[in-house]
């Protein structure tokens, strides 16, 4: 007979699920300890409370994630030996291996998990997420600027953002894609193989697009004279 899970892994599969489908504030102890086949007492004894609880899901995959992000970052700029890496690398090693994850063990499931989250963060998870990813967004931020110099920074900080932006909504799950679409055609599917290029393609679109043009400065209107 195969041997259970340890108590702990248990329960952060269950609360992960629970937290996917119902969303952090839908989600109760009672689904999660039924899930995962223990009591409260053990969720205390391992955790403490709920606001913990999610952070530890978190933190169990993306250490790892950011861990392989910051690992392809490091093998492309040696590889570039001083040279700009090209947005495509960047921007496939940042988003690409999110995306790749999906088709690990659980990694589906998560990644629905933290769109949901970066779309709608309740303000200590935002804290959570700024101490996890603020290493990491610098620096791909870096390397961002190294490899697009003609573009002002402040100007890839906010397509950064976007991009943040679109890819949570994307992996968040397919709820606005079967608005558009026929549920029977393959566009609804969002399987990671399918996903992933559309994806990468949108980004780059996004990333490499014109300039905006300056904002029109407000016409001043002219005094009255008074008489």
Do not use: C
């Amino acid at each position: 007979m195969p041997e259970l899970p340890a108590t702990r892994e248990r329960i952060l599969d269950a609360a992960e699920h629970a937290f996917m489908a119902h969303r952090y504030e839908g989600a109760s102890m009672r689904q999660i300890t039924g899930e995962a086949g223990v009591n409260l007492a053990a969720v205390n004894y391992h955790f403490g409370n709920k606001e913990s609880l999610l952070h530890a899901v978190l933190k169990r995959r993306l250490d790892g994630l950011n861990q392989e992000r910051l690992r392809v970052l490091d093998e492309l700029e040696a590889a570039a030996a001083g040279a700009p890496l090209k947005p495509s690398q960047i921007v496939d090693a940042f988003f690409g291996t999110l995306l790749r994850m999906g088709a690990e063990p659980g990694g589906d499931t998560f990644m629905r998990l933290l769109g949901r989250i970066l779309t709608e963060p309740a303000e200590f998870i935002s804290v959570v997420l700024a101490q996890e990813y603020a290493d990491v967004l610098e620096r791909f931020k870096q390397a961002l600027f190294h490899a697009l110099p003609d573009v002002p920074r402040e100007e890839i900080v906010w397509r950064f953002h976007f991009m943040l932006g679109a890819t949570s909504y994307a992996i968040a799950g397919t709820d606005a894609l079967r608005l558009v679409t026929d549920w029977q055609t393959e566009a609804a599917d969002d399987g990671t193989d399918r996903l992933l290029p559309r994806l990468m393609s949108f980004l780059l679109g996004g990333l490499r697009a014109p300039l905006p043009e300056p904002p029109a400065k407000p016409k001043q209107r002219s005094r009255r004279k008074t008489p």
